[in-house]
């Protein structure tokens, strides 16, 4: 069974910009979360969506916003880009169940911001 | 809230040194617990995981038993490799009410020197 993907794996960007991110999940699973990973912070939630609902979402401002699409895939987009937002975004795939389910993460995306 | 702490890194071992990375945890109700190795430039891989109190999760030589009266999750490994150098990170997810959400450490490197 094919892992995580996400695309693509390095951009850069310049301040300002907008950004869109996007992730494939594990064929069957229904919840896709997102995480921001930067060595000052470390692994930070951003949100979690099933069935194309957002039904999670961490602290980060709504420069942040995502959508899930009728086959699970999710894309994450990012507006006007700070330098600040440099870091690698994880996406996560899971069957959605909670209390015992476990989160996949695919490669990454390395956002580097200019 | 809800948190982990892992034990400050980096941690250098020589080969077949015994590991312990300690994970502590606080968390209402009933977390599942887990730990996610990094290796450079990849996504978290997950390494082992337990749903309730005493159950060891094991795999790849390593284990970790769920403490609830000590509010732990310490991974071991009995004989290290080189190839076991990575960064390690505890998590834990609360399950339902918020969901799709894993709370993690901040990650402790290990370092395995031949």
């Known amino acids: 069974k094919a892992g995580v993907t996400q695309t693509p794996r390095y951009l850069i960007k310049t301040r300002g910009q907008q950004v869109t991110l996007s992730c494939s999940p594990i064929?069957?699973?229904?919840?896709v979360s997102w995480y921001q990973q930067t060595p000052g912070q470390g692994l930070q939630f951003l949100f979690e969506?099933?069935?194309?609902?957002?039904?999670n979402k961490g602290n980060f401002p709504g420069r942040f916003s995502g959508r899930q699409f009728s086959n699970s895939r999710s894309e994450m987009n990012v507006s006007t880009l700070e330098l600040g937002d440099s870091a690698l975004y994880l996406c996560?795939?899971?069957?959605?169940?909670?209390?015992?389910?476990?989160?996949?993460f695919g490669p990454g995306t390395r956002l580097t911001v200019l | 809230g809800d948190s982990v702490t892992q034990m400050e890194g980096p941690v250098t071992l020589s080969e077949e040194a015994f590991l312990t990375i300690n994970c502590t945890y606080t968390?209402?109700?009933?977390?599942?617990l887990f730990w996610y190795v990094q290796y450079p430039g990849e996504g978290l891989q997950l390494l082992l995981k337990?749903?309730?109190?005493?159950d060891k999760g094991s795999n790849k030589g390593f284990e970790a038993t769920y403490r609830k009266e000590t509010t732990s999750f310490h991974l071991e490994k009995g004989s290290v490799q080189v190839s076991d150098s990575a960064v390690y990170f505890c998590?834990?997810?609360?399950?339902?009410?918020?969901?799709?959400?894993?709370?993690f450490g901040q990650g402790t490197t290990l370092q395995v020197k031949p």
């Open positions: 064929s069957g699973h229904r919840s």
């Open positions: 969506y099933f069935s194309e609902t957002q039904r």
């Open positions: 968390a209402t109700g009933y977390p599942s």
């Open positions: 337990a749903t309730k109190a005493d």
């Open positions: 998590a834990l997810d609360t399950g339902s009410g918020n969901t799709g959400k894993l709370i």
């Open positions: 996560a795939s899971s069957s959605g169940a909670p209390s015992t389910d476990t989160q996949y």
